[in-house]
Each structure stands twice: as C-alpha cells, then as structure tokens.
C-alpha cells in the first residue's frame, strides 16, 4: 500500500506570471493520436495499482521534498505496446512536474499521478542516475509515456495533457541540442500559462499539442540566442510528433522541425481557465 506520506510532497510557490492567450487557433492535422486515452486497448496497464513504497524515506541535497524507494519493480505497458519499467528501488516524490509550474499546473499528489511519476522518475528522476532505466529511450518517448500512465491512472485527459505540456516544457531532455534549461523561469511559465489556456479552450489532440509545443519551443530558444536557423528553412512548416503505430514495434519517430518564425503577439489575457 502506498505510504500517505507520499501524497504530501511538492508543496511549491513560485513567481506566477501573466497569462496571455494562446499563439494561435488550433492547427488540425491529419494524423491521429495514439495514447491510452484514444486505444486503452493497445496496453495500457501498469502491473501493480497502487504503487508500493518503502516507508523509511530518503532526503536529498537541495531538494526540499521527501523521496521513497519503490519496495517492488513497477512495470507499464504503453498504448503503442511499448514495455516500461520502475526498478525496485527506484526514487520518487510522487510527482515529475517541474517546480517552476506547480503554481500553474496545481499540486500533483493526486494518487491517480503516483504510478506514471514512479516510472517517470525511473527514466529521468534525479536521484535515479545510476539505475538500469535512466535515459534508456528518447526524452520525447519518456514524456509521452507520463501522459499514458497518467491516463490509466485516472487522471481526466485534459490534466493529463497539461501535466504531459508541463515535463515537456520544463522537464529533463537529453541528446538533443534543443535544450530550454538557459531559457529564464519567467519566459517558461509565461509558455505554460499560454499552454493551459491553449488546452482548455482547444481540447487539441496529442499531435496538436505538441505541434503548438515546437513552436513555443523555438519562439524560446529563439529568446535566448543560442540556436541559428538558416535562412532556407526558416520558414518551413511545423511538423508535429509522430509516432509509429504496433507494425514497427514501438521506434516512434520525431522529424526535427525547421524553425518557424511566425509567432503573433498576443494581448494579455486575464483569465486563467482551469481544467477537469
């Protein structure tokens, strides 16, 4: 059975800032979203519910929130049947949200978050770098299988998609040159308050999603200066993730997008709408 103290960690207060509205209207594209939520079907499941956790808990330097070894291997199966796994052992706060967006996003210690975070945590956790599973697959992989873990575990799909906008946004990434972590608090949390009004008044798809995400992205990554884009493929099209379906078992593919200027301003919006 889970500890009760588990559900009391990651209580953060950060800097807010002002929301404004989303980049643009949704963009529909053709391709559809495989997830647990459109094929709970394809897998789906996680092999233990709730998760397990030993009760002596481990401190670590710098971080203000208690951490719990998983007392047994937590394993999860994805919607396009990939296998995923928390090693007993494994360290968890029972959450992988970035601290800069809890303010926004909320306090996940909802027990429906536990079994995603645990196995989140097993691929990117801190504390976890020295285990079987860290960084064994693409950083995009491990954050899209956050939102179907988050899915099976209950969690209603628009939180789940903003939960997914908030590692993909804020989380770790590794073997990529797109890094966003010189990219200032404020200029990230502004690119998430845009995304939680993004998702609550779009309902967008997964593909969606992540094409609005890209362009967050490189709007970012435009800021801080630190990536050139030649002049030819400046104003190519956005192109959204897209992942294999069960015939090519599970290498999903994630095409590098040309960077695209087209970014409007957007006036300030006071309304921060909130999502079931």
């Known amino acids: 059975m889970m500890k009760s103290a588990l559900l009391g960690v990651c209580g953060l207060v950060i800097t807010g800032c002002a929301p404004f509205l989303a980049l643009e209207k949704a963009q529909k594209t053709d391709l559809p979203e495989v997830s647990c939520f459109t094929r709970p079907q394809g897998g789906c499941v996680f092999d233990h519910n ?141 690119a998430m308050r845009a995304t939680k ?15 609005y995400l890209r362009k967050w992205e490189n709007h970012l990554l435009l800021d801080t200066h630190e990536e050139e884009v030649p002049e030819d493929n400046a104003a190519g099209p956005m192109e959204p993730y897209e992942p294999t379906y069960p015939d090519d078992p599970y290498e999903p593919t994630y095409p590098d997008d040309p960077y695209d200027p087209t970014y409007p301003s957007e006036p300030n919006d006071p309304t921060d709408p909130g999502l079931t």
Request: hydrophobic share 35%; net charge negative; with cysteine.
């Open 197 to 211: 009004n993004y998702i609550s008044a779009n309902s967008p798809t997964l593909p969606e999603l992540d094409r």
């Open 50 to 190: 709730p998760l397990r956790v030993e009760t002596k808990a481990i401190t670590i330097q710098n971080r203000p929130y208690k951490f719990f070894p998983t007392s047994v291997t937590l394993n999860f199966v994805d919607a396009l049947g990939r296998d995923w796994q928390a090693p007993k052992g494994t360290l968890t706060d029972g959450a992988s949200i970035p601290e800069i967006f809890t303010a926004i996003v909320g306090k996940p210690t909802s027990p429906e978050y536990i079994n995603a975070a645990a196995v989140h945590d097993a691929y990117c956790g801190i504390g976890n770098e020295s285990g079987p599973r860290f960084h064994d697959g693409r950083w995009e992989d491990v954050h899209r299988m956050f939102y179907d873990g988050l899915i099976v575990g209950g969690t209603p799909e628009l939180r789940a998609k903003l939960m997914y906008a908030a590692v993909w946004l804020g989380g770790p990434r590794w073997e990529t040159t797109r890094m966003l972590d010189r990219v200032s608090d404020a200029d990230l949390q502004t």
